[in-house]
């Protein structure tokens, strides 16, 4: 049995249940009934606006946004989906800051809520700098479903490393 490096954190009667769905070549069709479809927001543009509508529909309050684009350098390997920077500058007598959100390229072609669940991620962190309880807090206020969509989103990156691109 290969170890399903996605999912060490779980019960073993989940992993054993995992790891049945992987012998028998499930675990892809199992993903697919559950998210048919791949999302069409594909364009830094179209990222962006897709991001400043959940933050302005949750966290109207919070730092300017200044960028949101996908990036071919985030690697899942390096345990990252999705970055958040903050950038700093002088400008005058005044020092201008604004977030900056990376996602890996990974996500132009998953379901939506895979993408959906890595912004709120990525936008909790302009409140809330560590993976704490207020973070997680805060990423259920914007998605009430974040828990299962990261859990069936390790389902999906465990069937990457076994099998093929789903969408």
Do not use: W
């Not at 999705?82 to 072609?109: D, N, P």
């Not at 302009?126 to 309880?133: A, C, S, V």
């Not at 805060?138 to 969408?167: S, V």
Request: proline share 3%.
């Amino acid at each position: 049995m290969q170890k399903l490096k996605y999912l060490t954190a779980y019960e073993p009667k989940v992993i054993n249940q995992i790891q049945s769905l992987i012998d028998n070549d499930q675990l892809g069709q199992f993903i697919f009934n559950k998210y048919p479809e791949a999302h069409n927001i594909t364009s830094a543009r179209a990222l962006y606006d897709y991001a400043i509508d959940i933050k302005n529909d949750y966290l109207r309050k919070s730092s300017v946004l200044g960028k949101v684009i996908y990036d071919d350098k985030i690697h899942v390997i390096n345990d990252a989906l999705g970055l958040h920077t903050y950038i700093s500058r002088v400008q005058g007598k005044k020092l201008k800051a604004k977030s900056e959100i990376r996602v890996s390229t990974l996500f132009k072609r998953t379901p939506l809520p895979f993408l959906r669940m890595i912004v709120v991620h990525e936008l909790a962190h302009l409140k809330e700098k560590q993976h704490n309880k207020a973070f997680y807090q805060l990423c259920r206020h914007m998605e009430p479903d974040y828990h299962q969509i990261e859990f069936d989103l390790r389902l999906y990156l465990t069937h990457l490393d076994f099998g093929e691109a789903l969408y």
